[in-house]
C-alpha cells in the first residue's frame, strides 16, 4: 500500500506547484490571469510559485498578448526542453531507443537489431548500450535527465516495473527497474506496449478528447488499451486487453493460446494469410496462385490494392470477425469510441466494409448512435512517444505519495 504524506507546508506547496505546471504543460502558453482562473490561486501565492519556476527553468516567459486596453498581459510558456527523457520499445528483433523532450517529441532516435529468440539479459545489455550512446552523444547535462520508459510485449507488474511474461519474447520475471535503475540512476517505468500507444492517444492523439474510449491494435495478435475516466484500466496484474482471446467462434480455428476460436485466430495475421490461401484454390488464375505457399501479409495487401478478389476478400472476413469482437466491447465497456490501429490496418479499406456490416449490431445502435470508429493517426513512433510519456506523467504528477522523488519534490 502506497502511503500519502502528511498535510503540511511543504505537500501544499507541491500540490499548486504541481497545479500551475499542469495547466501551463496542457492548456498553455496562458497569461497569470488565465492560470489564476483555472487554478483558483489567489494572485500572491501564483506569483510566488511562478517566480520559482521560472528560476528553475521549468517555465518561461514569451511575448506579450492581445489586451484590450490597460496592461499587455505576459505569457508564461513550459519549458518542454527543462529535461529529456527515454522512451523505448522492444520488439522481437529490434530495439527502438528515442530521447525526447517533454512533450515526448524525438530529439534523437536509434535502433539496435537483435536475433529473434535472444535472451532478456542480452537485450538488457544492448539496452544499456543504446542508452549510454544516447545520451552520451546529446551531451546533455545529467541532472535533466527524468527517466526511462519501457514499452514491451506482455504481461507487465507496472508498480514493481517488472516484466512477469511475455509469450512473444519467451522472457519470464524479468526485473527491468532494478537492473536499469542500479545502472543509470534514474526512475525505470515499464508499460505494455499496447497500453504505452493507448497512453500516445491519450495524450496526443484522438484520445485527448475522449473520457471513455478502446484501443484496438490488430497484427500478428490482436490487443486492447482501455481508458475509464482519462485513466488506462490495467486489471487487477496488468492483463486487462487481452481481447484477442475473446472467442467468437466456439470450436473455430486453434490459436496460439492452445484454444479454439478466439478472435485473433479469426482476424490476425495469420487468419488474413489462411483465408487468402483458402480461396486462391477457388481462384487459380489469381496471380497470388504461385505464391500460396509462401505468403506474407505484404504480399497479400500488395495484391489487395491491386484489386485481386481473394486477397480483398479475406481483409473483408477478418474486418468482419474484428467487428463482431468489437460489438462485444462496445456491449460491455460502452466507450466514446473505438480507435484501431496495428499492421493490419494498412488493410483498413478493405478490412472496414467488413467491420460495418457487424458493428451496428450492437446493443445500443437502436437508441442512439452508440460510438465512433476512428483509424489512430498517430505515426510508428508513437511506442516510443507513449513510453517517455509514462516517465513525464509521473514526474510531473502531484507527489502526495510518501517516497515520492520527483522534479516537484520539496522536502
Ligand atoms: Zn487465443
Known amino acids: 500500500m502506497e502511503y500519502l504524506r502528511r498535510g503540511n507546508k511543504a505537500l501544499i506547496k507541491d500540490l499548486n506547484r504541481a497545479l500551475v505546471l499542469y495547466q501551463l504543460r496542457r492548456e498553455g502558453p496562458l497569461s497569470r490571469m488565465e492560470i489564476a482562473k483555472q487554478t483558483k490561486l489567489s494572485p500572491s501565492t501564483l506569483s510566488k510559485i511562478t517566480e520559482e519556476l521560472k528560476e528553475k527553468a521549468m517555465i518561461k516567459e514569451i511575448g506579450e498578448g492581445h489586451s484590450n486596453g490597460g496592461r499587455k498581459p505576459v505569457y508564461l510558456e513550459f519549458n518542454y526542453n527543462f529535461g529529456y527523457v527515454i522512451g523505448m520499445k522492444i520488439e522481437v528483433k529490434r530495439l527502438i531507443i528515442a530521447l525526447t523532450n517533454l512533450k515526448a517529441e524525438a530529439i534523437d532516435r536509434i535502433e539496435l537489431p537483435f536475433n529473434y529468440g535472444a535472451s532478456a539479459d542480452e537485450v538488457i545489455d544492448l539496452i544499456i548500450e543504446g542508452v549510454t550512446k544516447i545520451t552520451e552523444k546529446n551531451k546533455f547535462n545529467d541532472r535533466r535527465w527524468l527517466g526511462v520508459g519501457i514499452g514491451v510485449s506482455g504481461l507487465v507488474n507496472k508498480k514493481r516495473g517488472e516484466l512477469i511474461y511475455s509469450s512473444l519474447l519467451g522472457w519470464s520475471r524479468v526485473p527491468f527497474r532494478e537492473i536499469l535503475q542500479k545502472k543509470f540512476s534514474v526512475p525505470i517505468y515499464i508499460d505494455n506496449d499496447v497500453n504505452v500507444y493507448t497512453l500516445a492517444e491519450l495524450e496526443y492523439g484522438y484520445g485527448r478528447d475522449l473520457n471513455n474510449f478502446i484501443l484496438v491494435i490488430s497484427g500478428v495478435g490482436i490487443g486492447a488499451g482501455f481508458v475509464f475516466n482519462k485513466q488506462i484500466y490495467r486489471g487487477e496484474f496488468g492483463g486487462a486487453g487481452e481481447v484477442g482471446h475473446m472467442v467468437i467462434y466456439p470450436n473455430g480455428n486453434n490459436c496460439c493460446c492452445g484454444r479454439r476460436g478466439c478472435l485473433e485466430a479469426h482476424a490476425g495475421e495469420k487468419f488474413i494469410i489462411e483465408e487468402t490461401k483458402r480461396l486462391l484454390s477457388y481462384e487459380k488464375d489469381s496471380p497470388l496462385y504461385e505464391d500460396r505457399f509462401s505468403l506474407t501479409i505484404e504480399r ?91 516517465v513525464i506523467n509521473e514526474q510531473f504528477q502531484a507527489p502526495i505519495h510518501r517516497k515520492e522523488r520527483t522534479v516537484l519534490t520539496s522536502t
Not at 305 to 315: E, H, I, K, S
Not at 362 to 388: H, M, P, Q, T, V
Open 300 to 390: 497479400v495487401l500488395a495484391a489487395a490494392q491491386q484489386g485481386d478478389y481473394c486477397a480483398r476478400n479475406a481483409f473483408s472476413t477478418a474486418g468482419r470477425n474484428l467487428g463482431i469482437g468489437l460489438v462485444n466491447l462496445i456491449n460491455t465497456v460502452n466507450p466514446a469510441a473505438i480507435i484501431l490501429s496495428g499492421e493490419n490496418l494498412r488493410g483498413k479499406d478493405y478490412m472496414l466494409p467488413g467491420i460495418n456490416e457487424v458493428i451496428d449490431e450492437n446493443f445500443f445502435s437502436r437508441y442512439c448512435k452508440a460510438f465512433d470508429l476512428k483509424i489512430s493517426e498517430l505515426g510508428d513512433d508513437a511506442w516510443e512517444r507513449g513510453a517517455a510519456t509514462l
